[in-house]
C-alpha cells in the first residue's frame, strides 16, 4: 500500500535499516482501529523485507490504541459498513468466520520467526489495542500504560488473537480473570505478571528502545530467528519433540557458520 492509502486508514510504515516501524497513526480517537486498519496491516505483514530484524508497533499521541473504534457499534452510524459489528450480523456463520480470520492475519504476522516485534505502549492499550501489543513478541510500556479487555463488558469475545499469548504470558485463570472482569491492568502490575517487558518512564521510551533494538540486532540474525522459532512452538511439542527440532535448528547454524567461515 503506498503512503497515502496507509493514512486514509490511519497508519504509517517506515523501513529504515533492519527496523520496520508500524505507527497508529489516529491520535484525535487515540489511535480507535478499524477493520479497514486491520486488512492494511495484515498487507503490511506481507511486505516486510526479508533482511528486517525489528518490527517496532506504536501509536501516535498519548495512547497506544484504544480499541475497535466504538463508531463501528453504533447502529445509527454504521448499518451501512459491512464491516461494521452490526453490518457482520447480516452474514452468514462462514461469512463472519471468513472475515473474522482476515483481521486476524492483520495480527498474526507479528509472530513471524523473521524478525522480533515490540509493541512500545502508552496511555490506552484497551481491547483490540491490548490484542495488538499481546501479538508483538515484546512489550516496552511506559509507567502510564492501562491495559484491558474490554469485550466481554460489551457481550463480545476477544477474537484478534489476544487469547492465546494472554494466556501464555500470565496462565489461565489470571487471563480469565482480567478478561471476564474487564478490569483495567496498570504499568507497574503489568510488569509483575509479566505483561510488560520492561516498564519506563515515557520521557524515557525512545531512549530505552533504543537500547532494546541495538541488543536484539547485536546477535547474530539467523541464530535470534531459529531461536524464536523453537520458542513459539515449544509449548505445544513434547519434549522429545522439542529436542529435535534444537537439533535440526543446530544443524542449520553449523551450515551457515561454516559456510561464512573463510576457507571453508
Not at 3 to 12: C, D, F, I, N
Not at 85 to 107: H, M, Y
Amino acid at each position: 500500500m503506498t503512503p497515502e492509502e496507509l493514512a486514509a486508514v490511519g497508519l504509517r510504515y517506515d523501513v529504515e535499516g533492519v527496523v520496520a516501524t508500524v505507527t497508529l497513526d489516529r491520535p484525535e480517537v487515540r489511535n480507535a482501529q478499524t477493520p479497514r486498519m486491520w486488512s492494511a496491516l495484515a498487507e503490511i505483514g506481507d511486505t516486510v523485507p526479508d533482511d528486517v530484524r525489528v518490527v517496532v508497533v506504536r501509536g501516535e499521541g498519548r495512547s497506544f490504541s484504544s480499541g475497535l473504534d466504538r463508531v463501528l457499534l453504533d447502529l445509527a452510524k454504521s448499518a451501512d459498513d459491512p464491516e461494521s459489528v452490526v453490518g457482520l450480523l447480516t452474514r452468514s456463520a462462514e461469512e463472519i468466520s471468513e472475515t473474522i480470520d482476515r483481521f486476524q492475519k492483520g495480527f498474526t504476522w507479528l509472530r513471524d520467526p523473521r524478525f522480533v516485534s515490540i509493541a512500545v505502549v502508552q496511555g490506552h492499550a484497551i481491547g483490540a489495542g491490548f490484542q495488538l501489543a499481546l501479538s508483538c513478541d515484546l512489550r516496552l510500556v511506559a509507567d502510564d500504560a492501562l491495559f484491558a479487555m474490554k469485550e466481554p463488558a460489551l457481550g463480545l469475545v476477544p477474537d484478534l488473537t489476544g487469547t492465546k499469548p494472554l494466556v501464555e504470558v500470565v496462565g489461565y485463570s489470571r487471563a480469565l480473570e482480567i478478561c471476564a472482569t474487564s478490569r483495567v491492568v496498570g504499568a507497574a502490575e503489568a510488569l509483575e505478571i509479566g505483561l510488560a517487558n520492561v516498564v519506563c518512564a515515557r520521557s524515557e521510551l525512545e531512549a530505552t528502545l533504543t537500547d532494546l533494538v541495538g541488543a536484539l540486532t547485536a546477535s547474530v540474525a539467523g541464530a535470534v530467528r531459529e531461536t524464536k522459532a523453537l520458542l513459539i512452538g515449544a509449548s505445544a511439542r513434547t519434549l522429545e519433540e522439542q529436542r529435535r527440532f534444537e537439533r535440526e535448528a543446530q544443524i542449520r547454524r553449523f551450515r551457515e557458520l561454516a559456510a561464512l567461515t573463510p576457507g571453508s
